[in-house]
């Protein structure tokens, strides 16, 4: 009979090992010597704690699951209770009850973790439909857009919650995503409405546009001109594809026009120029004849110049005033010596003349004898008076006598 420390061999080959609860059977053994049956027997025991270690080691350094894990364990378990190994079997016993307790702490704290994930997950996710919720009511479209599609993936990145809860909140992200896009949808529909409707007004805009850049009424096609691009302005934008094209037409008729007149006016300002050096010339020539001394030649001088003035066209607007005012000075000038000729050579208007200078020398002369009297006969008051109607009578008949002077006597 051969035996060690945790099993033995009897006389007819049995192998034993020994546990807590007395010696169990391990096997039989025939085949050599008891030393040799124990050493098979202590090899397998062995083995059986290679395999306790590394599962030990998967425990605590991999993602092992706790169902593999336990069925692992199990599986160990009913190879150290079958006694088939010669060795410290309680003490394996004893490492297979740590290792189920470790794998279930491992449980609750992957639970815990997955609890934890989830409710972090829940927030997460209730984040991302508060958002989407307040996008949907954005008008921010390329901006509100790219943030929704961003919001997305975000949430596809997200562990998914219970069904029913996922659901719910899945269903209030989408409904809102599904609000945005409509509105987008009716927005742009009718901003392509409103910009087919700005493409057909600056079409017809264009066609009067075009129409008028050949016009020669440079005033009225100037301000229709202006009016057009006030109601383009006011149309708004057409399609991208049509409101360059429409504005270069539109734009190159007004220069067709502009530049016609520009060529027009440049030609006008250069030849009103020409003018008004010709007028000057002829208001300094005019301005000669003053003063008049010689009527009847400056009236025929005049007249020449006035023709050749006539002959002449326009002048810059704002240089007019002036050069027609020294004209108009010499042809006061003539008038009033017109005048002055007149009233002189007139025998009607000299016989009025020297009727109201001597009514009015009477006066005077009547006036100056009552004073003579009034001072005579002592009444001041009266002579006082009848010096200030003197004074009055003395005035009319000085200026009747200037006016006669002008007749030439």
Do not use: C
């Not at 057009?228 to 094209?245: C, F, N, S, V, Y």
């Amino acid at each position: 009979m051969s035996s060690d420390p945790w099993g033995r061999v009897d006389e007819t080959g049995t192998v034993y090992v020994r546990t807590a609860d007395g010696e169990q059977v391990v096997g039989s053994w025939a085949a050599g010597s008891p030393e040799e049956a124990l050493a098979y027997f202590e090899r397998k025991y062995e083995g059986l704690v290679v395999e306790i270690g590394l599962l030990e080691k998967r425990v605590r350094t991999t993602d092992l699951s706790a169902k593999d894990a336990q069925a692992a364990i199990d599986h160990l378990r009913e190879q150290v209770d079958a006694h088939h190994a010669v060795g410290d079997l309680d003490a394996l016993r004893t490492r297979l009850d740590k290792l189920v307790e470790t794998v279930e702490a491992r449980r609750e704290e992957r639970k815990a973790q997955r609890a934890k994930q989830s409710d972090e997950a829940r927030k997460a996710k209730e984040t991302l439909v508060a958002e989407a919720e307040e996008l949907a009511r954005s008008d921010q479209w390329r901006a509100a857009g790219e943030r929704l599609r961003a919001l997305v993936d975000t949430w596809k990145g997200l562990p998914r919650l219970d069904r029913k809860s996922d659901d719910e909140l899945w269903h209030r992200f989408s409904h809102a995503r599904s609000a945005f896009s409509k509105r987008r949808k009716a927005h742009f529909a009718q901003l392509d409405a409103q910009r087919e409707e700005a493409r057909r007004t600056k079409e017809r805009l264009v066609g009067e546009a075009e129409a008028l850049s050949g016009s020669t009424d440079w005033g009225p096609t100037a301000a229709r001109y202006r009016e057009l691009m006030t109601e383009w302005k006011a149309a708004g934008r057409a399609q991208r594809e049509h409101e360059d094209d429409l504005w270069n037409r539109f734009r190159g008729a007004q220069d067709v026009f502009f530049a016609a007149r520009s060529s027009v006016f440049a030609e006008r300002d250069a030849e009103q120029a020409e003018n008004l050096k010709l007028k000057e010339e002829l208001a300094e020539e005019a301005e000669k004849l003053l003063p008049i001394t010689e009527l009847k030649g400056a009236r025929a001088a005049f007249r020449s110049i006035n023709e050749r003035w006539e002959a002449i066209g326009h002048v810059p607007r704002d240089a007019r005033p002036k050069v027609e005012g020294r004209m108009h000075a010499v042809e006061r000038a003539i008038q009033e010596a017109e005048e002055a000729e007149w009233r002189r050579t007139n025998p009607e208007a000299r016989a009025r003349a020297e009727g109201l200078t001597g009514q009015l020398q009477a006066a005077v002369d009547k006036l100056r004898a009552q004073i003579e009297q009034a001072r005579a006969q002592g009444n001041n008051a009266r002579a006082d008076k009848l010096e200030k109607e003197l004074e009055g009578r003395q005035a009319l008949l000085d200026q009747a006598l200037k006016g006669l002077q002008e007749f030439g006597g």
